[in-house]
């Protein structure tokens, strides 16, 4: 199929992490969070009315989608995947859905999504949206509640702090906020290549059919990633930093991260590593830069396995990519 060979030819490409989070930068009062800096509402336990208070504080005026979209293309990158919601809540688009978005929050009121997808087809590169469809922090009945023991970036993987979980009902939260918002990420933004979903939890198998179903509905030729969950996906994503030691490694390779399932191998042969340049996702005023000596040493194993190097960046509160994150970015280019 024509949409699995651009993926496959892509190779390389570019992970934004850029929501309201970016404004802390990783700290919040004079307190630090953890090392996955977007997962600050949780690990400080911020409440929705202290991160909404913030909202009117972001306002990244220096935010500019042709400088973002020239840089990832001369670093030789062929798609980029944008969070359009992460775990928080906060769309990054004009959503009709739900008021809690930068466009009817912020001072900003510019729908960057429009304004990036725009210039991604101006300038020829596939697009790929990210989207929390199982946890959202802001909702009441966001997912995250049922999860299994395993350790989360944050104090808890569901908004315990503002809300008590033996009152969650998750099918509220799909029905009314996550399914809708997919169907406006799919309908009003132009062709998108990828649909990037995350922590599949709490969705039940139906769910993560009818995820699936919508997006292939209106955007057919859109790869699906395997944390969408259940089974449902047309490409596996491996774990946050993961990468396979081997060939023989995919058909073994068992990330929570991937799927409740224990999804690990791609019948059509589409794998992607994702990865950080320091160790957070978001942007953070305290980064520990990862040596560029093994991001280069990353990347030619996964162009030796045939799997997709997915090199993420996390712009600031005004917009701007780090310096550091652009030089590591731009040397990395000179090995390609």
Known sequence: M???DW??????????????????????????????AEWIQSNLRISNEEMGNMAKEFNPIKFNAEEWVTFAKNCGFKYMVF????????????????????VKQTNFKRDVLRELAEECKKQDIKLGLYYSQDLDWHEKDGGGY???????????WANDWDFDNADKNFYVYFKEKCLPQIKELMTNYGEISIAWFDVPFTLSKSQSKEIYDIVKTYQPNCLINSRLGNGKYDYVSFGDNEIPASKEELQTVNSTNNDINGIKHSKYGLYEVCQTLNQSWGYTKYPIWKDLKQLRSNKNKCDNLQINYLVNIGPDGDGCFPSKAKELLQKLMENL
């Open 83 to 102: 969070t359009t919601k992460h775990h928080d809540g906060f769309a990054m688009f004009d959503s009709k859905v739900s008021d809690y978005n930068i």
């Open 146 to 156: 049922k999860t299994p023991v395993v350790d989360c970036a944050g104090t808890a």
């Open 2 to 4: 024509k949409n699995f």
């Open 7 to 36: 993926f496959k030819e892509a190779k390389y490409g570019l992970f934004i992490h850029f929501g309201l989070y970016s404004v802390l930068g990783g700290e919040y009062k004079g307190r630090r969070c953890g090392n996955y």
